[in-house]
């Protein structure tokens, strides 16, 4: 699941060179070693992708919250 995430993150914004160049501290080539989101981007990149931070990184995060029916 991390995995597909991080390629879903990497295809909106134009691969591993699009993340770097979005985040703007880090090369293409360091993403490129991502296993999964590290956490300490998990908030930017939700900002720019508009992905949950619980789907990135359930293991920090938890689980979707479940949205209420009224």
Not at 9 to 29: C, H, Y
Not at 45 to 63: A, C, N, V
Request: glycine share 8%.
């Amino acid at each position: 699941m991390k995995n597909e995430v991080l390629e879903i993150i990497k295809d909106k914004l134009g691969g591993a060179k699009g993340v770097s160049e979005a985040l703007g501290d880090l090369t293409p080539q360091a993403v490129s070693l991502w296993k999964e989101v590290p956490v300490k981007r998990v908030l930017r990149l939700q900002e720019l992708t508009g992905i949950s931070k619980h789907q990135m990184r359930p293991d920090i995060f938890g689980p979707e919250p479940v949205k209420a029916v009224a």
